[in-house]
């Protein structure tokens, strides 16, 4: 039987993770949208990409939830990307509405689907989304890590010359501005980055990686990044349908990993058919340790704020 992945809004993020996904010929796709006739125009105009690349998967465009019934996979991306000065958090009510709808609609029509979410604030959507649908952690993961891991990667490349092949980097924590780029168990081809790079310059590029979406809102002006993020949720979509057991950091539901209870972090995750598999933790420094425990405080503090505004 083929998979089936049903992605929750059409906007730039959902429907570039159809394209990539489509590529990768790994699942029929579903397209919702509350936008009247624009999952449906998207989805029929990648549909009628896939002759010239030759693959057999079928693309539904909707405004109704019917049509994701049996979902593998439900990927949640409605809701309101950030304008230029917005932080992630003043997202939140309007997002919570959105999230909460997409959660209980889906799991109506597919009540086993494991839920990969992307909507900021993101570690708190994916709380949300665990709370109102009683899951188990398994069953709910968030996509930050590997976007901001990849910027990472992008901006080590482009200062060294080195293949982005080659280099491994690892960003735990929330996905907001305090972010931890790991610089030790970062590498360019085993070779810490910490070795590697000057000081000033690793300074540098872990700062443009905290500030990484924020630098392409700016230079957007509408909307926010979408080819990244896309990419980095169909590598996790593609390791659970697969089964790979692959380690990508991402946001999951902490229960006692780096000290951390109850909240939704960014941290190395193993995916597999059943979705989160396993939460790996690293030997950290005292400095990394302190890091993490500050971007922690700043998911809470956002939890808290939910709280106070909707119940969950
Ligand atoms: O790394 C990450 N986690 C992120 C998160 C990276 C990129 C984008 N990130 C967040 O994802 C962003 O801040 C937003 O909160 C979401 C979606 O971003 P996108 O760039 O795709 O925004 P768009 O293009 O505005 O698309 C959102 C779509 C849009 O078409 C709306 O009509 C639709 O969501 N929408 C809904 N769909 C279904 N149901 C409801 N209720 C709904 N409300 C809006």
């Given amino acids: 039987m083929k998979n089936k992945v049903s992605i929750i809004g059409a906007g730039m993020t959902g429907s570039t993770s159809a394209h990539w996904l489509a590529e990768r010929e790994i699942a029929d796709l579903v397209l919702v949208d509350v936008v009247e006739g624009m999952p449906q125009g998207k989805a029929l105009d990648l549909q009628e990409a896939l002759p010239v690349i030759g693959k057999d998967v079928t693309v539904v465009g909707s405004n109704d939830y019917d049509v994701t019934e049996g979902s593998d996979i439900v990927v949640i991306t409605a809701g309101m990307p950030r304008k230029p000065g917005m932080s992630r958090d003043d997202l939140l009510t309007t997002n919570a509405r959105i999230v909460r709808e997409a959660t209980e609609k889906s799991l109506k029509y597919s009540p086993d689907a494991i839920l990969v979410m992307l909507t900021n604030p993101l570690d708190v959507m994916a709380y949300l989304t ?154 950290l420094s005292d400095d990394e340790k302190d890091a993490l425990e500050k971007s922690a405080d700043s998911v809470r503090g956002t939890i808290e704020a939910l709280r106070s505004l909707v119940e969950i």
Avoid: W
Avoid at 201 to 224: D, M
Avoid at 231 to 258: F, N, R
């Fill in 130 to 283: 665990l709370k109102v649908a009683g899951l188990p952690r398994e069953r709910v993961v968030g996509q930050a890590g590997i976007l901001d891991s990849a910027r990472m990667r992008a901006f080590v490349a482009m200062e060294t010359g080195v293949s982005v092949e080659n280099i491994h980097c690892y960003v735990l924590g929330g996905h907001g501005d305090d972010m931890v780029p790991l610089t030790g168990h970062s590498n360019i081809a085993g070779i810490p980055l910490n070795q590697y790079l000057p000081a000033e310059k690793l300074a540098a590029i872990v700062q443009r990686t905290r500030k990484g979406g924020g630098e392409i809102v700016s230079l957007l002006k509408t909307g926010s990044a979408y080819y990244a993020p896309s990419i980095a949720i169909t590598q996790m979509v593609d390791a659970i349908l697969k089964d790979k057991h692959l380690i990508v950091p991402a946001s999951a539901h902490m229960q006692g990993e780096y000290g951390l209870q109850d909240i939704f972090f960014g941290a190395p995750v193993q995916l597999g058919r059943k979705g989160v598999e396993k939460v790996i933790e690293y030997d």
